[in-house]
């Protein structure tokens, strides 16, 4: 079967350059694929390996599976596999353990690691700080709090706003960077509270949130907190707009979601030009689309490119993987010079049909 490979764009190279890349560089290129085989985390590992897989299929490139254990002092075994196993760089990571111990046996290596998962701002910051060839393909700490917030600037200009959390650590920070945010934008929230999670009904907050006059609410908890409000508003007659965060990824059940509550989160169908075909690959391998297998997928693709632009270049493929745009599977991608994304990969989504799909959003 041949799978249909992302046209990719470089930004910051000559259309003459491109053509010069040598047709074998491909061939040549063996790539390592670390995550978990067994334990809690393996269903995970097995979305990062077909992902993987999918998008190496067709181009020629060689893949060596590596577990990752994701325990303490498993970082510089698996590391020193990688470097073992030959390949020019490796992607997966879905541990902190495994970068902080393994990293500086990468670094001396200079093999590039594209992290899927892990999203600590401080373990990047030190690895540009030491020059260690770490990628983020995934956000960082702060990137859900600043989407939910332009999303609420944007989006909700003179609206009574209210900001609802509950009660849990996670909710909690989110939703004070929120308020945070807002504030400093000049948004002041109408109505804030802590509501007590797991609840099999919210009446007494949506009464509350009726009678302050509340139409645009952003809610701090899991999914099926949020389904329980939306029905109780619902039964209520109160129209609200009800926002969640990636939280909302999740099953729909015990209360299913109410048709047009909004959330942040990532995108998880093909995007741009060649999503048509990359859907039938999928569906051709009986793969869904869903959690890493998308990330796992562009990661190969954007290595693929670089390993033939540090190929014309002679130059080292960290070096090809900053600053230059690639079409991936998930859109386009770029890394700035901190290894980071250069643009939020969150997107609005809404619950429509028993899916969460992308809202069109203004072009910045």
Not at 85 to 102: N, P, R, W
Request: net charge negative; proline share 7%; glycine share 10%.
């Amino acid at each position: 079967m041949t799978h249909a490979r992302p046209f990719t764009t470089w930004l910051s190279l000559p259309a003459l350059l491109l053509l010069s890349v040598p047709a074998s560089s491909a061939a040549e290129l063996k790539l390592a694929v670390v995550a978990p085989t067994a334990g809690s985390f393996a269903v995970l590992g097995d979305q990062v390996r077909e992902g993987a897989a999918l998008a190496a299929e067709g181009l020629s490139i060689s893949i060596v599976e590596i577990d990752e254990p994701c325990t303490e002092g498993s970082g510089q075994a698996v590391a020193e596999a990688i470097t073992a196993a030959g390949v020019k760089a490796a992607v997966g990571f879905l541990c902190s353990e495994t970068l902080k111990e393994g990293l500086p046996v990468l670094a001396d290596a200079n093999l590039p690691a594209l992290t899927l998962s892990v999203r600590w701002k401080g373990l990047m910051e030190d690895a540009v700080k030491a020059g260690w060839p770490l990628f983020r393909l995934a956000p960082n700490g702060d990137q859900e709090s600043g989407k939910l917030s332009q999303v609420i600037l944007r989006d909700w200009p003179g609206e009574p706003v209210a900001l609802l959390e509950d009660g849990t650590i996670r909710g909690r920070e989110l939703t004070e960077a929120i308020r945070i945010t807002l504030e400093e934008r000049g948004l002041k929230p109408a109505f804030i509270d802590t509501f007590r999670p797991g609840q099999e009904q919210q009446l007494t907050l949506v009464r509350r949130l009726k009678t302050a006059g509340i139409s645009h609410v952003f809610v701090g908890g899991d999914r099926n907190d949020v389904s329980i409000i939306a029905r109780d508003a619902k039964a209520e007659d109160l129209s609200l707009t009800l926002l969640g965060g990636e939280a909302m990824r999740a099953a729909d059940e015990p209360v299913p979601l109410e048709d047009g509550v909004l959330a942040v989160g990532l995108v998880e169908t093909p995007q741009g030009p060649s999503a048509p075909a990359l859907i039938g690959d999928f569906e051709a391998a009986g793969i869904a689309p869903e959690g890493y297998v998308l990330p796992a997928h562009a990661a190969v693709t954007m290595l693929a490119d670089s390993w033939g632009i540090s190929s014309a270049m002679g130059t080292p493929v960290t070096d090809a993987l900053i600053g230059t745009t690639f079409e991936t599977v998930i859109g386009p991608i770029t890394f700035g010079e901190d290894h980071e994304l250069t643009e939020n990969p969150y997107r609005l989504l809404k619950w429509q049909d028993n899916a969460f799909v992308p809202v069109s959003e203004p072009s910045q």
